[in-house]
């Protein structure tokens, strides 16, 4: 369990943000200005990921050196 387990989807939806702001030209594609209209939304996420970590540290799951 040396990998981050939401890493993949990170690495998807990054992809997919920069995929749709190179076809738009934008950096803000329009599928995704609407939510930054949400900020309860990238809360929600960081709240995720550092759960995630935390858990792990505590547990003791990162590799050694």
Do not use: D, K, N, T
């Amino acid at each position: 369990m040396e990998l981050h387990a939401l890493g993949p989807l990170l690495a998807a939806g990054l992809i997919g943000w920069s995929l749709l702001a190179l076809r738009q030209r934008r950096l803000w594609p329009q599928p995704l200005a609407r939510w930054s209209r949400q900020p309860w939304l990238l809360g929600l996420v960081a709240f995720a990921l550092l759960s995630y970590w935390l858990l792990r540290l505590g547990l003791g799951l990162f590799p050694s050196g």
